[in-house]
């Protein structure tokens, strides 16, 4: 075990009484600490997925019992979340350089000349991305679309396996196409589209509309010829194979400037929980039957520019993180609405997670790590050490 995983404290269980008793401003006590962006650097991106990594409870969890991994150094993605984790954990700082990862990040993707330094781009990408390096880092030997061990945290908790397959009226059926997802992603025309349909017929709003209107907006455009050849043409059905406990929703756009009108559109369309049942035609996992995920995450993009708002499980608040700002919004999804109505915000990546999810199960983890073929631990590689310091606080050395 890595030495500094000894010292590693679990995290600070809090009375509901001092959450009562908290002053409303102060943020020291829920390690929300911000993400630097310095003029030309272009983290956002980064930081935005750097933000909802740290405060899904299940990821932070997981990850923080997982040391042993197939390494890559200066590149390595794992090792540079470790040192941001550590950081949000015990530095005294209220925000954090991003620089390390920023780096292993342009590495580890420099042939695709994705994520490079100075450069803008995607956070939900980014955000998929990292998960599946950290699948890489932990569980090279099994490929992504069929991994199933058991610690993987991206795929045992975020990954969407899922069948397609047209069934038309007239018996015939198409080969089964098994695919893995880690983002679903739906466009926001169609689900625009979709919930003035359903809302003409059940005239107002119900609990299970949004799951609903999900699976119906993935697919509108989506109606194929029937596999016989019967001339009739056949919706695609969609069947979730497992029961993942986070759910990533990317929405798609088609501008970068909408309207304030139309950004509302999209925002009354959204739930604030989902069954999966309703997403997908139909679910094979027992446990996914009679699952309820909870919107506890967005990322939202205005004027080149991503910010993230995310629940914080344990002060039952919405925080924004604009990069280096933190902010208390409100206990209420409604003051994360008005505050997205105010600076014109588009929301791109919802992520909804299950209350009872639990950390993966590390019996199957690498305990050591080694090193990839063609790479040396470089300087600042090395995971950090958190010491305690006599006059109090931490001390976290690299
Ligand atoms: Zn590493
Ligand atoms: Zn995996
Ligand atoms: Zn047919």
Known sequence: MMSWLKDNVTEPVMSSMAGIFAPRNSLSITNSKGLLNAPGENNCFLNSAVQ???????????????????????????????VIFTQFQYSDETALPPDALRKALAETFEDQQRFQLGFMDDAAECFESILLRIHYHIANEVKEDMCNAKHCISHQKF??????????????????????????????????AQGKEMLEKTKKPYPEMFGQLL?????????????????????????????????????VWDTDQPTVEHIMDVINCL??????????????????????????????????????????????????FDDATVKEIGSKWKDVVEKCRKGHYQPLLLLFADHFGSPV????????????????????????????????GWSISF
């Open 52 to 82: 909802v990594l740290w405060h899904l409870d299940v990821f932070r969890r997981s990850f923080r019992q997982l040391s042993g991994h197939a390494c890559m150094g200066n590149s390595c993605i794992f090792c540079a979340l470790k």
């Open 361 to 392: 199960n590390t019996e199957t983890a690498p305990t050591e790590t080694t090193m990839l073929p063609g790479y040396t631990h470089g300087e600042g590689t090395q995971l950090p050490r958190v010491e305690r310091r006599p006059s109090g």
């Open 271 to 320: 739930g604030t929980t989902i069954r999966l049942v309703d997403v997908f035609h139909s679910v094979v996992d027992d446990s996914a039957a009679g699952k309820v995920l909870h919107l506890v995450g967005v990322v939202t993009y205005y004027g080149k520019h991503y910010s993230t708002f995310f629940f914080h499980t344990r002060l039952k608040t919405w925080i924004y």
């Open 215 to 251: 699976k119906n907006a993935g697919g509108v455009g989506d109606l194929r010829n029937c596999p016989s050849n019967c001339g009739e043409r056949v919706q695609i059905r969609r069947m979730l194979m497992n029961s993942p406990e986070i759910v990533s929703l990317g929405l």
């Open 159 to 192: 990954a969407m396996t899922v069948v397609e397959q047209c069934m038309c009226g007239c018996g015939a059926t198409s080969e089964p196409l098994p695919f893995t997802q880690m983002v679903h992603y739906v466009s926001v025309t169609a689900m625009i």
